[in-house]
């Protein structure tokens, strides 16, 4: 879906930490924040608007 070397350089727009690749829903999760953000059509939304937080 997202190349690794992609991943490897995406970080959370509200804490600069790595994002991790959820398959299902498709998301990217920040593991320090537990922010979720959603990927649409295969495009990742970085809006910290956009994203919910993961109660864990």
Request: proline share 14%; charged share 20%; aromatic share 2%.
């Given at each position: 879906?997202?190349?690794?070397?992609?991943?490897?350089?995406?970080?959370?727009?509200?804490?600069?930490?790595p994002l991790?690749?959820q398959e299902?829903?498709?998301?990217?999760?920040?593991?320090?924040?537990?922010?979720?953000?959603?990927?649409?059509?295969?495009?990742?939304?970085?809006?910290?608007?956009?994203?919910?937080?993961?109660?864990?």
């Amino acid at each position: 879906m997202i190349p690794q070397d992609l991943l490897d350089i995406l970080v959370c727009p509200a804490c600069k930490k790595p994002l991790i690749l959820q398959e299902n829903p498709p998301s990217l999760k920040c593991g320090e924040c537990r922010r979720v953000y959603p990927i649409q059509d295969g495009i990742p939304i970085l809006l910290i608007d956009a994203a919910t937080v993961a109660p864990s």
